[in-house]
């Protein structure tokens, strides 16, 4: 199908897929085949369900659940009836999903009890019952064993039957109506909810169906990040909307994937660095995956740096790419066609022919000019509408024009896009995902005797892991291993610390607003243990 015009909501762009080629593939997953006619039906068969469960505008439903159909079809059934897809990480774990549940009032809780990768059951058996009062019931997908304590009380409903339902789908979708909120980490413990309208996420899908010339015949995209995030999200979106298929993959599996790109002959492929080096690692040959014909990477390990010149040495074109929650992934892009030096950084030129960065002075606010330093600052359609809940944070993000204050050090390439440098703030990059470091200091700081906890960053060959120092209460024991199991029991492993070590003071600096924690120097304590 030709590249069209964006539509105005969610729901109508898959509607207008689902006329102009409706046997067209979809989704792909395993040996099932959706094309676009189906998905549209089981995406309104779903909303019948979820609206008899009482789901309507402005209603959220969480989705906890892997690279599946039913991530899109209750996706597209949540734009249908106006509701709120609620994006829960796989890999969280207790805590984590019952702070997402219950503070974003969700009323349904979508979860895949059978995954062969995740014990969902097991972690919401040790989830508090109270933190899920809010639902009106939870829809498991695929086989279920019993139900733990959590779920005794709620009303569980299978996804099959959840189809099979009757009456009606009220139609509230619109450009105005929020769709999407995706976790993100804040300037507290608790991740922030930035939530999207429904034109944005339509036309950001449409924007990067153009700009990354995704309505080629042969266009097929492989679905390894995780939907639950604005990176594999945004890809399947676009994908989608410039009327191509999806191959869904449920979780990294280095020979698995390398399979299926034999298999399928993806033309395009996003992936983090830690990704690609394991695949080509894996994979025999000269070129091994002759089909890419684009490969988008974000760059999270240092130890990393050279692997757009490995996979360029293998034929493998690596292209850098930039986005975040709050604008959407691949908000900018690097030019295929570019050196192999000015390709792989981070960055690039804008994928909407509207939107607009800029740069300015960190302490000043003073505009900055081509290859000076500074706060990047960004605005489009792809912007997020404010972070949901948060009217505070909501203020302190946006710019009183319609620009993000990103937090991020970037510098003008003079050509109206950007090069990103750094986080500006002290955000850790673990696993793929922003954490804030007092997610995991609050979490060990909850352990007797530790009275005070850091946490940085460090790069390990198997990717950037956290390293933890606590101080401890006076005549307080410690016992690192301990501390660990705590946090692996509760927290995603990603956020797991590496290392646990007790320090009798934190390094610090005198400053005119206090003293200050030396975060540079734990940054070399910590690289100094291993």
Not at 56 to 66: E, N, Q, T, Y
Request: charged residues 20%; neutral net charge.
């Amino acid at each position: 199908m030709p590249y069209s015009a964006p539509m105005s909501d969610v729901w109508s762009l898959l509607e207008s897929l689902a006329a102009g080629s409706p046997r067209a593939t979809a989704l792909i997953h395993g040996a099932e085949r959706l094309d676009f006619a189906t998905l549209r039906e089981r995406a309104l068969a779903a909303a019948r369900g979820l609206a008899a469960l009482g789901v309507g505008p402005g209603d959220r439903v969480a989705l906890w659940l892997p690279n599946i159909p039913a991530y899109p079809v209750l996706y597209f059934a949540c734009a249908r009836l106006g509701a709120i897809a609620v994006a829960v990480n796989t890999r969280y774990r207790a805590g984590e999903v019952a702070d997402i549940v219950h503070r974003s009032g969700a009323r349904v809780l979508a979860c895949a009890p059978a995954f062969r990768r995740i014990d969902f059951l097991s972690i919401l058996a040790e989830i508090d019952p109270a933190a899920l009062d809010g639902l009106a019931a939870i829809v498991t997908v695929g086989d279920e064993t019993a139900a733990p304590p959590a779920l005794a009380a709620r009303r569980r409903v299978t996804y099959e039957r959840l189809l099979e339902g009757t009456g009606t789908a009220p139609l509230g979708a619109g450009p105005d109506a929020p769709c999407n909120i995706f976790t993100t980490s804040g300037t507290t413990s608790r991740p922030k909810f930035v939530f999207h309208a429904q034109a944005g996420i339509a036309r950001h899908a449409h924007d990067v169906a153009r700009r990354f010339a995704l309505d080629a015949p042969e266009t097929l995209t492989l679905s390894v990040l995780p939907l639950c995030g604005v990176f594999g999200f945004n890809q399947a979106m676009a994908t989608l909307a410039a009327g191509r298929p999806v191959v869904l993959v449920e979780s990294f599996d280095v020979d698995e994937l390398a399979r299926l790109i034999a298999e399928h002959h993806p033309t395009w492929l996003a992936g983090s660095d830690d990704m690609y080096a394991r695949l080509l690692d894996a994979a025999p040959g000269a070129r091994p995956f002759p089909s890419l014909r684009f490969a988008i990477y974000a760059a999270f390990n240092n130890e990393l740096a050279d692997i757009a010149d490995r996979a360029q040495a293998r034929g493998l074109a690596l292209c850098g790419v930039y986005g975040m929650s709050e604008v959407q992934a691949l908000y900018a892009r690097r030019d295929p066609a570019l050196p192999l030096g000015a390709r792989k950084a981070s960055g690039g030129s804008l994928t909407a022919p509207d939107a607009a960065v800029r740069v300015r002075d960190p302490e000043t606010g003073t505009p900055l000019g081509p290859g000076e330093a500074g706060a990047l600052e960004c605005a489009g359609p792809s912007r997020m509408r404010g972070y949901w809940g948060d009217e505070a944070a909501t203020r302190a993000a946006l710019t009183d024009d319609g620009y993000v204050r990103t937090g991020d050090l970037a510098a003008l390439d003079g050509d109206g896009g950007f090069t990103f440098l750094n986080r500006m703030g002290d955000v850790l990059r673990l696993g793929g995902f922003l954490v804030n470091p007092l997610e995991i200091e609050q979490h060990l700081q909850s352990l007797p005797g530790i009275a005070a906890c850091q946490t940085v960053a460090v790069a390990r060959p198997g990717g950037t892991r956290a390293v933890s120092f606590v101080v401890l209460a006076p005549g307080a024991t410690f016992d690192e291993a301990s501390a660990i199991a705590h946090c692996r029991r509760t927290l995603a492993s990603y956020k797991t610390p590496l290392r646990v070590v007790a320090v009798e003071a934190f390094p610090t600096t005198p400053s005119p607003n206090g003293v200050k924690i030396q975060r540079a120097r734990l940054r070399e304590m910590a690289e100094r243990l291993f």
